[in-house]
């Protein structure tokens, strides 16, 4: 299986300044392939490819022939993919939301441009681009294989990255815990059929300085140098939102996947709850969606089983001990008490136990279910 391996590193001034060429180049030449697409039907990758050979012979152009071709040829395969990806998701071949059209490139998103086997090389620590240099990134761990392709990115903080494709082989450790079921929240944000949680990480310190910079820019000039740096600022304080939200869920995931053979998730209606408008923004947060993909790769490498049930298995709406259904209750009530069995429920807790029921197909007695009792809640409301 493939994997990206991901390096930072900090470029001189001269690389800073042909990284910046070729990273207009590539935005250029998409948007060229692009603009020629949407007038007629999109031509393909070769009469792209053509195209720019013949461009780059005219005096408009020609300043192309200074960086490498091979991630100019990359950025039109990448354009073909785009479309493919498109023309799929209108004829239903693709699975998940529509996939909207390509669209054009802008300078001050973020940059990446892609070299292949021919236009890289990797030796004694240093990595080798055609046209750019040396490059001497920081190896936080060692590559598993020799990479296949590298992408330079530059993002919206002015960071640099080397992605590296490279082969992994998956790990076929065992383990002793056979399942586990997972119950996602906002303020805890995993609760474990065993009896673990992990509490979420504090956006909120970040959050508000988001917020309160996006209001100053709002009002700045476009165009100017202090828009420009309030843009910067902003980008910074998402790079911190998302390394420690990125950081937390490798580690989450890695333990869950390492410690359990099947690992049992619930499909989150995620487009549905965020139309809360008031927990929309914490949820966005939280990371859902990569968690769950996370854990799926994991569970590839580590070969382990990962399951996903229905959205709308009423995990928390039945008593995981003796299977009675009490129905919706109020997302205050945190703690049940069940009247047919005398048991006290977390809802939290006994939602990831039914979760895990479910995904190993285990179903309760239809019969307790159908009985005429009532249920109360014996903790006091608090906010999810």
């Known amino acids: 299986m493939k994997a990206r391996y991901q390096y930072r590193f900090y470029p001189t001034d001269q690389q800073r300044l042909s990284l910046a060429q070729l990273f207009g180049c590539v935005r250029v030449v998409w948007n060229d392939a692009l ?7 999109f031509p393909g990758y070769n009469s792209l490819a053509k195209s720019l050979t013949l461009s780059k012979k005219t005096e408009e152009r020609k300043w192309l022939s200074d960086v490498s071709s091979v991630p100019l040829q990359q950025s039109l395969k990448q354009l073909e993919v785009a479309y493919k990806n498109y023309f799929d998701s209108l004829k239903g071949k693709r699975k998940g939301k529509k996939v909207g059209q390509p669209r054009f490139k802008k300078k001050t998103n973020s940059q990446s441009a892609t070299f292949t086997k021919a236009a890289f090389s990797v030796q004694r620590g240093e ?6 240099g040396t490059i001497k990134p920081i190896w936080s761990r060692e590559l598993p294989s020799e990479p296949s392709s590298v992408t330079v990115i530059k993002d919206c903080a002015n960071r640099y990255f080397l992605s590296f494709v490279v082969e992994v082989q998956p790990n076929l450790a065992v383990t002793n815990n056979q399942s586990i079921g997972i119950d996602l929240g906002i303020k805890t944000f995993a609760v474990m059929s065993n009896g ?6 504090n956006y909120s310190k970040h959050d508000r300085k988001i ?3 996006q209001r100053k820019l709002a009002r700045q000039q476009k165009d100017s140098k202090r828009r420009n740096g309030t ?3 902003i980008a910074k304080l998402h790079n911190q939102i998302s390394d420690t939200r990125k950081d937390f869920l490798q580690k989450l995931s890695t333990k869950i996947v390492k410690d359990n053979q099947v690992i049992v998730l619930e499909d989150l209606n995620v487009s549905g709850m965020v139309k809360n408008r008031r927990l929309s923004r914490v949820i966005n947060l939280q990371g ?9 790769a994991k569970s590839e490498k580590f070969n382990r089983d990962f399951r996903v049930i229905d959205r709308w298995q009423p995990t928390s709406q039945i008593c995981s001990c003796c299977g009675f259904r009490w129905g919706k209750i109020d997302l205050s009530v945190r703690s049940i008490l069940c009247l047919n069995c005398s048991t006290e429920q977390q809802r939290d807790e006994n939602a990831s136990k039914n979760i895990e029921m479910v995904g190993m197909g285990h179903r309760h007695d239809l019969k307790c279910t159908q009985r005429d009792c009532k249920t109360t809640s014996v903790a006091e409301p608090n906010e999810a």
């Open 35 to 41: 603009a020629l697409s949407k007038v007629s039907k």
């Open 127 to 132: 990595v080798y681009l055609a046209k750019i």
């Open 196 to 201: 673990e949680k992990a509490l979420s990480p």
């Open 211 to 213: 917020r309160r910079l």
């Open 231 to 233: 843009r910067i600022r």
């Open 288 to 296: 859902w969606r990569e968690f769950r993909n996370l854990c799926e």
